[in-house]
Nanobody, 120 residues
Framework: QVQLVESGGGLVQPGGSLRLSCAAS????????MGWYRRAPGEERELVAA???????NYADSVKGRFTISRDNAKNTVYLQMNSLKPEDTAVYYC??????????????WGQGTQVTVSS
């Protein structure tokens, strides 16, 4: 089993910055990709950014140029640096990771979510 623990959410004013972290632990053999999703009130969950083990990244158009995803493979940790935050970035942010366990079965795990609120 693979667990994800997120941290770094909170309340920030428009134009401010936050950094989210997500650490994976458990029976991990390899992690293919890690990413961040978000769900705003009344909306569907959407992909914010993702990064592969090789460092390839993918961003939602709405966050390009403002958010940066990075990864520490040795620590099985992914980060999301969020700059120039807007009220429409307010959401619960979820970490996701998928890969293989030590028993060579696939996993697709989610964190518990962390609230990000952008408001003056």
């Amino acid at each position: 089993q693979v667990q994800l623990v997120e941290s770094g959410g909170g309340l920030v004013q428009p134009g401010g910055s936050l950094r989210l972290s997500c650490a994976a632990s458990g029976s991990i053999f390899s992690i293919t990709a890690m990413g961040w999703y978000r769900r705003a009130p009344g909306e569907e969950r959407e992909l914010v950014a993702a990064i592969t083990s090789g460092g390839s990244t993918n961003y939602a158009d709405s966050v390009k140029g403002r958010f940066t995803i990075s990864r520490d493979n040795a620590k099985n940790t992914v980060y999301l640096q969020m700059n120039s935050l807007k009220p429409e970035d307010t959401a619960v942010y979820y970490c996701n990771a998928h890969g293989a366990t030590m028993t060579m079965t696939g996993f697709d795990s989610w964190g518990q979510g962390t609230q990000v609120t952008v408001s003056s």
